[in-house]
Structure formats: C-alpha cells, structure tokens
C-alpha cells in the first residue's frame, strides 16, 4: 500500500496511514512508533499536527527507502554548537514537520532529576517543540527533538531559565557523562559528580564555541563497572578504583555460600576471577591474593553483601577511548593507574592534568582526529613525555596483552623471571 492511497482517522481527525510504520509495532519489545503515535492521538494540539507528518514522512522514507532530512545551520545567540538542525526535504507533502532541530542539553552529573523539573521539560517541549523528548542519546544529552528555527531560541531560554544549559556538537568539547555514582551504588570509589562538574565548568567554553581539532569526550565511572562506558567511548575516562585489599565480611561469604551452594559459589566467583586470586576454604571463607587483583568488579558484583571496595580509593585514568575513525575502535589507555581525589588539591589536580590533555589535543591533532590516533601516530612515549608524565609498569595500553611488571615484591619477582629465562636457556644458577 502506498502513504497517499488511503485515509485513516483517529478521534475523527484525518491521520497519515503509517503501514511499514505498523509493522515496527509487532513482537513483545517496546516500539518507537508506539511512542510517537501516542503523542500524535494524546499530546496537545500542536504536538499532535507535528507528529501526524513526522510519521507521515518516516513512513515515506520506509516506503521509498530514503532519507528525506538535510542538515543546515541553526544555532541560539552566543553559541557555536548544541543544536542539530534538520529540515524536511519532502515539505510540501508534510509541511508541519518540515524543520525538526533537536536541542542537545546537558543532563545533570549523574542524571539526577526531580519530578518538578521533568514537568516543566514537558511543559516547556509542550510549548515551543514536537513534545518528543530523549533521555539520553548516545551523546549523554537530553535531547529535546524536533523544534522549529522560530522556536530554537525561545525553547532554550526557557530552558536556561530552569538552570540547563546546551550540551556539545561537532568538534568541540562534547557533554560529558557520570554515573549515578555515590549518591545511589555502593560501589562509587570517589565524587563523581564533582569530579564531573570541576573539569566540565572550567572547560565550558571549548563545549560553546568550538574550536578543537575534532570532539573530546570525558565521562565518570564511580567503578571499574563503568556504567557509563568511560574506557571505550571517552577521550579522557575517569574510572573509580581503590589500591589497598577488598573488604570481606566472612559471615556474609558464608550465608552466600549457605543459600547458593559450594558448587556456584566457586562455578560464578572463584573460577571467573580473571587473575585466579580467590580461593574459597573448607570453613566456607574466602581467600584474596589481593597483589593479583586486578580491581575488576566482579566477585564484588556477584557477592555485592559480603564484598566491597576497600578503603584507599580513587581514581584512574584512561585516555584514548574511542569508536571507529581514521583507525579502529580503542580502549583508552592507562596513563594514571591511580590517583586520589578527596581533597580540594586532589580536584585542583585532576582539573588541571584535564585542561593539559586538552590543550596537547588542540595543539597536537590532526583535522577530524580523536586523541587516541593522535597517540598512535606519534607514539605512547612522546604524548607522556610531553605531558610530562613519568613511565609506571603499571601503566596499560592494551589489556591482557600489554607486558605488566608487579612493583611490590619487585625483587624477588626479578630473581624467579631470571631464574626461569636462565632454565630456558638450558643454565643452571647456583650449581657452582
Ligand atoms: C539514513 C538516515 C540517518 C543516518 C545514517 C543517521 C546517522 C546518525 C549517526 C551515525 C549518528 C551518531 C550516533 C552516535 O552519536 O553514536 C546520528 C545522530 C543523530 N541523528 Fe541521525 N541519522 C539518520 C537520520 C536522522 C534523522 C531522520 C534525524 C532527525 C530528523 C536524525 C537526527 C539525529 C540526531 C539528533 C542525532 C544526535 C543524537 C545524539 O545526540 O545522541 N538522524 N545519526
Ligand atoms: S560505575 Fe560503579 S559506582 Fe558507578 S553506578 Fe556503576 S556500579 Fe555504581
Ligand atoms: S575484583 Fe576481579 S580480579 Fe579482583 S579478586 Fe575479584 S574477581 Fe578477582
């Protein structure tokens, strides 16, 4: 069936057919078209008109397999970037829709909103825009989609007047994301959403006014979790951690074990740590050789009551992280293996080591690069060396297959590697 045969009513009002639309609605999974379609029959008046042609042009794209958006530039005074702006090409034919900018805007350090400021995002969506609201797109913003050039500038003013502010696009500083973090999980290592807010406030202008050589993302893990993917998706990545021994409660190893069984308890936490360092007694206890930790999470995760961080937290730092580009996919490199961020000196430190990486970036990368190539092309030493970061064994580039040599007990480690390079060769040491 093509859009334009048949006439389909809903409430008495004429509404586009949507039938590839339709299909999309099947199965258990929650559909985008239902969504849209509830706005179309239930928002205000407006909402409604802007939606009916939106589907009406989605679904002429399923049906002609196109794209019928070209971008353009819209921007709201004083800013460079943070509004995506789409206008229709097919206008004629769905004139409401036919511009369909989305406002990128800053969430808040560990998206948390109250009930009182998502109303008034409705209320203020409502008035100046399609009512279709994101949280969040890949970006981390919220994205307000689907406003009129008209309404750009009045719908971020009211949302400046509610304290929000435009997040980044293009290459710029982009909205930097953290995880619901202390506030909320019991394994945050350290403030995230300070640690968020310090660094984002000073660099702000690099957000506004773009002027990097391509974007630069910094997101806030509270833990090696990383809720917020921080190791593969940042630039700059901020991943909780702690240096002393992973806290036991041994009466709640053994009610774990009690209500779960010997058998699972070693199948999904002994035999999964990655480096082998738990054992569990015949008494029902656990074990940690925590210099074989390698700070994962996981029997953490799995034995949340009986297990925790230990004490001496902070923070480490992976810069690089990235998706597909000029080179593949990369993790972010481990350049701070860790750090402490309690202090005032703490934060003052992490802000200004942020504003260093950044300002090499500006400085040192090509055109439509992220960090991580820049770091490739000119090598790991000389992005350190003008940092002026000190090399650390512990230091990771790839995991698992980066060499790593253990600081403590470095001697005796010495004296075995030697011992066994030397038994390889086929000497003998101490024979004489
Ligand atoms: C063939 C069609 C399209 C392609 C291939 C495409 C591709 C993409 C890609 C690759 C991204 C980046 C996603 C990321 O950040 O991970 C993106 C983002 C975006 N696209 Fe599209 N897009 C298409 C159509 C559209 C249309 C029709 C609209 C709106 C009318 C739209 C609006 C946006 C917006 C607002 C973002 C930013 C999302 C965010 O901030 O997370 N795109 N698109
Ligand atoms: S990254 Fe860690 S601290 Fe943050 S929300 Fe996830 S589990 Fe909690
Ligand atoms: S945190 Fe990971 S590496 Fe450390 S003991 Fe637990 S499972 Fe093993």
């Not at 929000?164 to 202390?182: I, K, N, Q, W, Y």
Request: aromatic share 8%; with cysteine.
């Amino acid at each position: 069936m093509k859009d334009s045969d048949a006439k389909q009513t809903v409430d008495g009002k004429d509404v586009h057919p949507t039938p590839q639309l339709d299909q999309l609605e099947d199965g258990p999974w929650p559909s985008f078209v239902t969504g849209l379609k509830k706005l179309r029959d239930e928002g205000s008046d407006n909402n409604r008109k802007i939606m009916n042609d939106l589907l009406g042009q989605l679904n002429h794209s399923y049906e002609k397999r196109l794209g019928f958006w070209k971008g353009g530039t819209v921007s709201v005074f004083g800013y460079g970037g943070g509004i995506i702006p789409r206008f229709s090409e097919v206008a004629d034919r769905f004139p409401e829709s036919r511009e369909f900018h989305t406002l990128r805007v800053m969430p808040p350090a560990g998206n948390h909103y109250d009930t009182d400021i998502l109303r008034k995002f409705c209320d203020i969506w409502e008035e100046h825009g399609s009512g279709l609201i994101a949280f969040h797109g890949q970006s981390g913003d919220i994205m307000f989609q689907g406003c009129s050039t008209e309404n750009t500038q009045k719908a971020f003013d009211a949302l400046n007047k509610i304290g929000f502010d435009l997040g980044g696009a293009g290459p710029a500083l982009r909205t930097a994301m953290s995880c619901v973090g202390h506030a909320r999980c019991e394994q945050s290592c350290y403030d995230e959403v300070r640690a968020h807010r310090t660094i984002i406030n000073k660099l702000l202008d690099e957000m506004h006014r773009p002027a990097l050589p391509y974007k630069f993302k910094f997101k806030f893990s509270g833990c090696a979790n990383d809720c917020v993917n921080a190791v593969h998706r940042a630039d700059f990545a901020v991943i909780g951690t702690w240096r002393d021994e992973i806290k036991i409660n041994q009466e709640k190893v053994k009610e774990h074990v009690a209500e779960k069984g010997r058998k699972y308890t070693i199948d999904t936490v002994v035999n999964m740590c990655p480096t082998r360092a738990i054992s569990l007694n015949d008494d029902d206890t656990l074990e940690i050789d925590n210099p074989s930790c390698v700070r994962c999470m996981h029997c953490i995760n799995v034995m949340t009551k009986a297990l925790s961080p230990g004490d001496d937290r902070g923070v480490s730092i992976m810069i690089g992280g990235k998706r597909s580009l000029k080179i593949g996919d990369l993790m972010g490199i481990m350049v701070v293996p860790f750090m402490k961020l309690e202090s005032d000196e703490d934060f003052e430190k992490l802000e200004e080591f942020a504003e260093n990486v950044v300002e090499f970036f500006a400085d040192n990368a090509l055109e439509h690069e992220r960090v991580g190539e820049t770091i490739d092309r000119i090598g790991l030493p000389a992005f350190l060396d003008a940092l002026d970061i000190d090399v650390d064994p512990n230091m990771v580039n790839h995991p698992r297959t980066s060499s790593y040599v253990r600081t403590d007990d470095f001697d005796t480690e010495a004296a075995k590697w030697f011992e066994r390079k030397a038994r390889e060769a086929g000497l003998q040491i101490g024979a004489d």
